[in-house]
């Protein structure tokens, strides 16, 4: 079952703020990249990806609107094709 905080679906309330502080403004590609992994650590650190995948499970997986709407996602971001999702799973 998805995991809840405070009874709220963790996937759709969570705090960007609570990634932290931001990041110093980088000056190249190698710069870029370390903060780009910075900000993965901070998100899994927030959001596992267990979390992500056993929502996605909880919902029935695929591409129904009940797994859009349970992800949080809108009908724009509902995805044309299978999913990096269905295909990790």
């Not at 995991?3 to 990634?19: E, I, M, S, Y």
Request: hydrophobic content about 35%.
């Amino acid at each position: 079952m998805p995991r809840r905080q405070n009874g709220v679906n963790c996937l759709t309330k969570f705090d960007w703020k609570a990634l932290g502080a931001p990041l110093k403004p980088v000056t190249s590609g190698y710069e870029a990249a370390q903060a780009c992994m910075e900000l993965m650590r901070r998100a899994q650190a927030m959001l596992p990806p267990e979390t992500i995948c056993e929502t996605y499970n909880a919902l029935g997986g695929g591409k129904g609107s009940a797994v859009i709407q349970g992800l949080g996602l809108t009908s724009a971001q509902r995805p044309s094709s299978a999913s990096p999702m269905e295909h990790a799973l």
